[in-house]
């Protein structure tokens, strides 16, 4: 049966062929002017040099944390800004970010305040080193974003933090 079916098939195509042709008729072959050259041979290109990327480690600043319901840098952290601030300014095409962040204590707004506070207080001691403040920027997360789960004094202490991503 599939023998019959294929020679049927055969002499389908075979007729429509057939029908579509005109007799007589010769094909028509046009001469097609070259196409400009579009780049030059291979033989006439110039290797490029090779540029070497030198690859650089990331900057990674050190975070800062607060006490309850403060803003002001403490004593122990001025010499981790200071390090920070001294990594900013050896590389002057970075930018940074910093992240304000509260524990869960306090309303919202209240904590959305306080963790802008401390991302300022963070920038302004940046620009008083020399940091051009154009380069920085911050958010408040407030305690939208903590760092430690928990409701205790250890979980809190660790989010009550000043972020700082370099860009």
Same mark, same amino acid.
């Given at each position: 049966m599939a023998r019959y079916t294929l020679l049927v098939l055969l002499l389908s195509v075979a007729l429509i062929l057939g029908a579509c042709a005109k007799k007589g008729?010769?094909?028509?072959? #046009? %001469?097609? +002017? *070259? @196409?400009?050259?579009?780049?030059?041979?291979?033989?006439?290109?110039?290797?490029?040099?090779?540029? !070497?990327? #030198? %690859?650089? +480690? *990331? @900057?990674?600043?050190?975070?800062?944390?607060?006490?309850?319901?403060?803003?002001?840098?403490?004593? !122990?952290?001025?010499?981790?800004?200071?390090?920070?601030?001294?990594?900013?300014?050896?590389?002057?095409?970075?930018?940074?970010?910093?992240?304000?962040?509260?524990?869960?204590r306090g309303t919202n707004e209240y904590n959305l305040a306080l963790g802008e506070k401390r991302a300022k207080a963070v920038i302004d001691f940046y620009v008083t080193f020399g940091v051009d403040a154009s380069r920085l920027a911050m958010i408040s997360y407030g305690e939208e974003k903590p760092f430690a789960m928990g409701s205790n004094e250890e979980s809190w202490a660790k989010n009550r933090r000043a972020h700082m991503i370099v860009e």
């Open positions: 008729t010769t094909p028509v072959v #046009e %001469e097609v +002017e *070259p @196409i400009e050259e579009i780049a030059p041979p291979l033989e006439e290109i110039e290797e490029e040099p090779v540029v !070497e990327i #030198e %690859e650089t +480690e *990331p @900057i990674v600043l050190e975070d800062i944390f607060f006490d309850y319901d403060k803003f002001n840098i403490k004593d !122990e952290y001025k010499t981790i800004m200071s390090q920070n601030a001294e990594a900013m300014l050896d590389n002057p095409d970075a930018k940074l970010l910093v992240e304000g962040h509260c524990d869960d």
